[in-house]
């Protein structure tokens, strides 16, 4: 849909939200957040969107791209937070949709092995009527071990 208007980029429009179109202040738009909290947002750009970030506010949060840098360590770690979180919710919405049901998802060796742990421990989980619970424990389980593989 956005195609004719230079395509849509989800972290750059957060960006514009929170720099352009939030209202909270008399003397200026946006939130007046500090660069850190806003290269957060930002997470990833296109060399073209780093470009147009640049030319808007130079040596600002669209440089770090240009100059092919990271973010901060505390940004890396949300970014990592909002894939693992992101993923988890696919999966979800994905059975609850009908796009996937629980059987494709035995398929896949990773969350098979987290269903299977859960109705092991869980025999309940293998009825019919149970059959949500097992998804949201399997689910629970893959969340927490991803979280733990980070920690570590």
């Given at each position: 849909?956005?195609?004719?208007?230079?395509?849509?980029?989800?972290?750059?429009?957060?960006?514009?939200?929170?720099?352009?179109?939030?209202?909270?202040?008399?003397?200026y738009?946006?939130?007046?957040?500090?660069f850190?909290?806003?290269?957060?947002?930002?997470?990833?750009?296109?060399?073209?969107?780093?470009?147009?970030?640049?030319?808007?506010?130079?040596?600002?949060?669209?440089?770090?791209?240009?100059?092919?840098?990271?973010?901060?360590?505390?940004?890396?770690?949300?970014?990592?937070?909002?894939?693992?979180?992101?993923?988890?919710?696919?999966?979800?919405?994905?059975?609850?949709?009908?796009?996937?049901?629980?059987?494709?998802?035995?398929?896949?060796?990773?969350?098979?092995?987290?269903?299977?742990a859960?109705?092991?421990?869980?025999?309940?989980?293998?009825?019919?009527?149970?059959?949500?619970?097992?998804?949201?424990?399997?689910?629970?389980?893959?969340?927490?071990?991803?979280?733990?593989?980070?920690?570590?």
């Amino acid at each position: 849909c956005m195609a004719d208007f230079g395509g849509f980029e989800h972290n750059l429009q957060s960006l514009r939200v929170v720099d352009k179109l939030e209202e909270r202040y008399p003397l200026y738009d946006g939130l007046n957040l500090t660069f850190e909290t806003r290269e957060g947002i930002l997470k990833h750009c296109s060399r073209t969107h780093a470009l147009q970030l640049e030319s808007e506010e130079p040596n600002g949060v669209g440089a770090r791209f240009l100059r092919n840098e990271r973010p901060s360590l505390e940004a890396q770690l949300c970014n990592l937070a909002d894939e693992i979180a992101y993923n988890a919710h696919d999966i979800d919405d994905g059975v609850r949709s009908g796009l996937i049901t629980l059987t494709q998802l035995q398929e896949v060796p990773l969350f098979d092995a987290y269903r299977s742990a859960a109705q092991m421990e869980h025999p309940d989980l293998s009825t019919p009527s149970m059959q949500r619970r097992l998804l949201y424990e399997a689910i629970r389980r893959m969340l927490s071990a991803q979280v733990y593989d980070v920690i570590d």
